[in-house]
């Protein structure tokens, strides 16, 4: 069965760089989230997408910014990056909601991102 | 808000073991709640989930049942395998009426299974 892919899977930045994360969801998939995963942490939150649309936001810092396109995948634009965004970032997605109900959130590889 | 508290690691056990990994809940509204294992250098796969109180989710040999009395939703196996060393991640999604929301992950527990 097809996965969520995300690409890269490994990226390299320097300091104040930028960096744009790609995430390709299930087909059919129309919700898109994305997750940090800090060294040792859990994942937080940072933003969705439902039919392109931003759907709700977290803890995504204003140096972030990102967009669901007309294909459904979506980009992670990040910009004058520092040490502490060094971390994991998962894309998730979800099938259509049916009537309210909620749907499983199936998860990329993730990229693993080094900020030098 | 909502949060989920997770029993703290590293967990060590011996293979055939029995495992429990301790999970609870605080959220505002009836959550659903779900287990995602992370092996090593790899991403978030769902291992297992419960949508309202009394289900029970089971997969692979794990099971887990939402008890919403002490709002907890404790992951066991009965016999556990060098395989099943990972990561465990308990979380919850409140959902919506119009659609999905985002997931809030425990800490995780780190699981390490000897021969």
């Known amino acids: 069965a097809a996965g969520v892919i995300q690409s890269p899977r490994h990226l390299i930045k320097e300091k104040r760089e930028t960096a744009t994360l790609k995430c390709y969801p299930i087909?059919?998939?129309?919700?898109v989230y994305w997750y940090q995963q800090g060294p040792g942490q859990d994942p937080q939150f940072l933003i969705s997408f439902y039919e392109k649309m931003q759907s709700d936001k977290g803890s995504i810092p204003d140096r972030f910014s990102a967009q669901q396109f007309s294909d459904y995948h979506s980009e992670l634009n990040m910009s004058s990056l520092e040490l502490g965004d060094s971390a994991l970032y998962f894309c998730?997605?979800?099938?259509?909601?049916?009537?309210?109900?909620?749907?499983?959130?199936?998860f990329g590889p993730g990229t693993r991102l080094l900020v030098l | 808000g909502d949060s989920v508290t997770q029993m703290e690691g590293p967990v060590t056990l011996s293979e055939e073991a029995f495992l429990t990994i301790n999970c609870t809940y605080t959220?505002?509204?009836?959550?659903?709640l779900f287990w995602y294992v992370q092996y090593p250098g790899e991403g978030l796969q769902l291992l297992l989930k419960a949508t309202k109180a009394d289900d029970k989710g089971s997969n692979k040999g794990f099971e887990a049942t939402y008890r919403k009395e002490t709002t907890s939703f404790h992951l066991e196996k009965g016999s556990v395998q060098v395989s099943d060393s990972a990561v465990y991640f308990c979380?919850?999604?409140?959902?919506?009426?119009?659609?999905?929301?985002?997931?809030?992950f425990g800490t995780g527990t780190r699981l390490t299974i000897i021969p």
């Open positions: 979380a919850l999604n409140e959902g919506a009426n119009f659609g999905n929301e985002k997931l809030t």
């Open positions: 959220a505002t509204g009836y959550p659903s």
């Open positions: 998730a997605s979800s099938a259509p909601s049916r009537a309210g109900l909620l749907e499983t959130q199936y």
């Open positions: 087909p059919r998939h129309d919700t």
